[in-house]
């Protein structure tokens, strides 16, 4: 098990998505439930299996498995929602950490956010001017919600 | 991923448990979506994630994978609804099969239920004179089922 502490940010800047070669990934979830959600990812053909509990603040438990590719695929066509599908960019920062830039695509076409993960939930964010608004407690910006209301679909943003 | 095809019966006579021992299961569900059940389970010092889609008739895909034993206890924790408490004792049948016979503790106490794994939903089933009523089509029966609604709490058997 991990802890993950992340904070998620619009972009106000696309500019710096220049150069940068991303990994399409699709997700989906087998489960909504109040406790835990479990996703289901497949990225470069790997699969991954993930269940995170409950958020609270800025940090969730997260329990991350590899499963093969076929599984990865099989799942997906079991997701009781939409299948999220997007590509990742990742943009080194100060201080060893990493942006990872998801571009949506689909249902959620048009939706650019940018993600940190922090060793601590008052660790220092690293400069970057392309930030927009922090959308880290906005409920609407999980992936596990745009897989049932996607970004097309809000009535306000 | 796997093809599980199973059957399910009471027993009406519980004699045939004597001298075997049993394993101590404990296992919960993060998810009881209507097309797929996560189902996390500590079974002997081992933990394992499963998800199991729809039920066919006596079919289901099966996705299993081994996690940390103390990942499992984690995941228990984050199960949003009762964890099943079950001892389960191994029974050799004929043609390499093997009976799985569950014994209920906690609030499903009372309840023993044998299983049975087939190579095909058509296969003849191994002679048990000690089998009660089938049970594989009456969704109480389900762990998943009696994770939220336990034998004890039935009105009606």
């Keep these: 098990m991990a802890i993950e502490i992340e904070r998620k940010f619009l972009l106000r800047d696309l500019q710096v998505l220049q150069g940068l070669?991303?990994?399409r990934i699709a997700q989906g979830y087998l489960s909504h439930s109040p406790t835990a959600t479990?996703?289901?990812?497949?990225r470069d053909g790997h699969g991954w299996l993930t269940v995170k509990g409950l958020t609270a603040g800025l940090q969730r438990d997260e329990f991350e498995y590899p499963i093969p590719a076929a599984d990865a695929e099989a799942l997906l066509?079991?997701?009781d929602a939409g299948v999220?599908?997007?590509?990742?960019?990742l943009l080194p920062a100060d201080g060893?950490?990493?942006?990872e830039i998801d571009v949506f695509h689909g249902d959620n076409d048009g939706?650019?956010?940018a993600e940190i993960e922090l060793p601590s939930a008052d660790?220092?964010?690293?400069?970057a001017d392309w930030l927009g608004a922090e959308v880290s407690h906005d409920p609407r910006y999980f992936n596990s919600a745009l897989s049932r209301t996607p970004y097309r679909h809000w009535t306000a943003r």
């Design 84 to 89: 999220i599908d997007k590509t990742r960019y």
């Design 77 to 79: 066509a079991l997701c």
């Design 21 to 23: 070669s991303g990994q």
């Design 111 to 113: 939706l650019v956010v």
């Design 38 to 42: 479990v996703r289901v990812r497949l």
């Design 123 to 127: 660790h220092p964010l690293p400069a």
């Design 96 to 99: 060893g950490l990493c942006w």
